[in-house]
């Protein structure tokens, strides 16, 4: 079952311009993770933030995370056209090491 | 150093046939996983190995599915019988330690086609 949900599903931007993605999550977490995949293959590792970090920063991705709400943010500043990807919020809780997906974001940055 | 690697790349197989997916995790890297993602389900999460402990299989999602994973390193997974509704890309990924915190690594996946 999905855990994540992702919103928008898909995003389109300009390059230069920022992306903002956002995650929502049911169940109680230790940390979140965002993961980028390229073409529908193997993901890229983003950014981890934990249950008890409210932002992390990372070269242009800065994440937020609001265990309140249940929710995450991810930003990406200054767009490239090489950050158009799908973009998934990946949470891990009790069992802490088996990762539960969103349905991902497609962000499209047009040159 | 070389990151997670998975053979073949892509597979094309007959309903009914029974096929096996290779993976090879960073070394020292002691768990590793198995992910599926197909369009109807997204990424499911499918079996955890942690050193020596016996394997999470809780995501399997039939017993034509099984996986082992020999002397802590290389892993395959095979599903007997498939079905059209297999088709999907498996994604294995590792990481240093089942605890929280770390991030895992993936490989670049095996697509596989049940005609």
């Known amino acids: 079952s999905q855990q994540g949900e992702e919103d928008p599903q898909a995003l389109s931007i300009q390059e230069g311009e920022n992306a903002t993605m956002n995650c929502s999550y049911k169940t109680s977490i230790n940390n979140l993770q965002w993961y980028r995949q390229n073409s529908g293959r193997g993901l890229v590792h983003l950014i981890l933030i934990r249950s008890n970090e409210r932002e992390k920063h990372s070269g242009r991705l800065r994440v937020t995370l609001d265990t309140s709400k249940k929710s995450s943010s991810l930003l990406i500043t200054a767009s490239r056209a090489a950050d158009t990807a799908s973009y998934f919020c990946?949470?891990?809780?009790?069992?802490?090491?088996?990762?539960?997906f969103g349905k991902g974001t497609l962000l499209t940055v047009n040159p | 150093g070389a990151g997670v690697s998975q053979s073949p790349s892509n597979k094309v197989t007959e309903k009914g046939k029974d096929v096996e997916l290779r993976c090879d995790p960073i070394s020292g890297h002691t768990a590793l996983y198995w992910y599926r993602q197909s369009l109807g389900q997204g990424l499911e999460f499918l079996i955890y190995?942690?050193?020596?402990?016996?394997?999470?299989k809780s995501g399997l999602p039939s017993d034509r599915f099984s996986a082992e994973r020999t002397g802590g390193s290389v892993s395959t997974l095979t599903i007997q019988r498939t079905q059209q509704e297999d088709s999907a890309v498996y994604l294995c990924?590792?990481?240093?330690?089942?605890?929280?915190?770390?991030?895992?690594?993936f490989g670049p996946g095996t697509r596989l086609t049940v005609t």
């Open positions: 990946a949470t891990a809780g009790g069992s802490n090491y088996k990762l539960t």
């Open positions: 990924a590792s990481s240093p330690s089942p605890g929280q915190g770390y991030e895992q690594y």
């Open positions: 190995f942690q050193g020596n402990s016996a394997p999470d």
